[in-house]
């Protein structure tokens, strides 16, 4: 497997990595290997982020503000990202997460990290048993209303966006027709009816939870849906949907836009695509882990159109940058009850507040990220994180460049400088004239004026953060 292919595979079914990482993902020979090893994520020791979340936080009180909070569960979801060996593991939860946006705005800390656990655990299980846990759920329950939807008043908000945003869409992305009526909605949301959640009965566990039906809310009758009447309950209404032809043809749809290129939904070639890798989903009973393999080793996953087809998330942005310039990060300190709030604070300023998506579509993709604030923010992340060297001890939690790396990529010539630096950092691809631009950066003293390039402590703590800046703040840095 060629460097550049395992770059890619690696950004999109992960966050980027170092280049030794990159090489050892190289290093399995074939697309196939390589998409073989970040499936079975189970495999991969990740004791040493195990380890990190062992002494940087304490979780065994939800109800403590001091070490547990909205902010601090944000923190901790940022350093799996980082330090996650299972790379493809956390990218699929960030994958469902939009998905099936909830959000802190209305469902409690506690409610929104169970979720995240959730959908860590049954990222790569059968759509329908990763759809019946999400609905079952606190965070689902709470964010949609269910806990409220009794048999003399069901709820249909759950119904609706069930159909809409979770399994079909309004209208097949493939022929355009409609997928379900108002009709549909109503009685779908009769068999949801009574269903909630309580404390697991006898079990210590403050995050456990345990999901019933409320036999004296529930709506027991025959409902008629997509034109079968029989006595629904909410789990044979996930099983029918799970099993629609247009369920495989949106999910689809929503997985090429996060993981390969937006598709063109008035292109017979991109219907085609669509159609072919719903036949996947269909053929291996509705397998995440199936579809997803068959979508990271296919021609489309390494084409033109998909190589730098996607805008980093801000998420994307912050974690690729720390995990290529091998940046050294302390989350925090769980005894000292101090945490890192800058990274989660740089997505949410750059347009991603984890856990806390805009509404239940979620966020925007691709070109929805940049406008002139998010530009500049993503401007002043490169900033900090190119200016930012060992804090002092009164500062023992954040991140920085450590001055031995940019020793090690400091080369004799500019253009060896240069072409390291583009590596390390993607590789990231830019035109001739602009990599002449990087290197004429590099010998330039501070009045401007071009001279001598020399490698020492001052030009490599100065210059060669500079030019990581630098190449932050290049467009083709932001692509992904």
């Known amino acids: 497997m060629e460097y550049a292919d395992a770059a890619h595979l690696l950004r999109r079914a992960g966050f980027g990595g170092s280049t030794e990482e990159i090489d050892a993902l190289a290093q399995k020979g074939t697309a196939q290997a390589a998409v073989d090893y970040l499936l079975n994520y189970t495999s991969i020791d990740n004791s040493s982020m195990e380890q990190v ?17 909205q902010n601090i569960i944000r923190t901790w979801w940022v350093a799996r990202m980082v330090f996650s060996k299972r790379q493809f593991e956390e990218k699929m939860t960030l994958f469902w997460h939009n998905h ?25 299980a059968r759509f329908d048993d990763l759809l ?25 908000n759950f119904a609706r966006e069930l159909q809409e945003l979770f399994t079909m869409g309004i209208k097949d992305v493939v022929t355009g027709q409609a997928n379900y009526t108002e009709d549909d909605i109503k009685q779908i949301a009769r068999a949801f009816t009574g269903w909630r959640f309580r404390r697991t009965p006898g079990d210590s566990n403050p995050f456990s939870y345990l999901w019933f039906v409320d036999n004296n809310q529930f709506d027991a009758g025959p409902k008629t849906v997509y034109g079968q009447t029989a006595n629904y309950t909410g789990q044979d209404i ?52 199936e579809l997803m393999r068959a979508i990271l080793t296919s021609d489309e996953f390494y084409s033109n159109r998909a190589r730098y087809g996607l805008v980093k998330q801000p998420i994307e942005l912050i974690v690729s940058a720390l995990r290529s310039l091998k940046a050294t990060y302390n989350p925090g300190i769980a005894g000292n009850r101090q945490f890192d709030n800058q ?60 001055t031995d790396n940019l020793r090690s990529w400091a080369k004799p010539s500019t253009k060896k400088t240069v072409r390291v630096m583009l590596d390390v950092m993607g590789p990231v691809v830019v035109s001739p004239p602009t990599n002449k631009e990087l290197r004429r950066y590099l010998s330039a003293d501070d009045a401007g004026n071009q001279v ?13 953060r500079g030019l990581i800046h630098q190449i932050m703040s290049l467009p083709e840095f932001q692509m992904n």
């Open 452 to 464: 001598t390039w020399v490698v020492n402590d001052t030009t490599i703590d100065k210059k060669i």
């Open 238 to 289: 996930i099983s029918i949907v799970s099993a629609k032809p247009a369920t495989a043809r949106y999910l689809v749809y929503k997985m090429f836009t996060f993981f390969v290129y937006p598709l063109d939904l008035n292109s017979q070639n991109d219907k085609s695509t669509i159609d072919k890798f719903a036949s996947i989903y269909m053929s291996t009973n509705h397998s995440i882990r």
């Open 343 to 402: 990274l989660q604070g740089r997505s949410r300023l750059i347009g991603e507040d984890l856990f806390n998506p805009p509404d239940v579509a979620g966020w925007d993709f691709n070109m929805g990220w940049i406008n002139t604030t998010t530009m500049l923010e993503r401007f002043n992340f490169a900033n900090q994180l190119a200016t930012t060297r060992q804090p002092n001890n009164t500062a023992q939690v954040g991140f920085w460049i450590p």
């Open 132 to 156: 019946l846990k999400v609905a079952q759920d606190p965070a689902m329950l709470l964010w949609l209303d269910t806990t409220t939807s009794t048999r003399t008043s069901p709820n249909e």
């Open 100 to 124: 099936f946006a909830t959000a802190l705005s209305k469902v409690q800390d506690r409610f929104m990290y169970i979720q995240n656990l959730t959908l860590r655990q049954n990222a790569l």
């Open 53 to 69: 979340l062992t002494n940087s936080f304490n979780f065994t009180d939800p109800t403590d503000n001091a070490t547990f909070n």
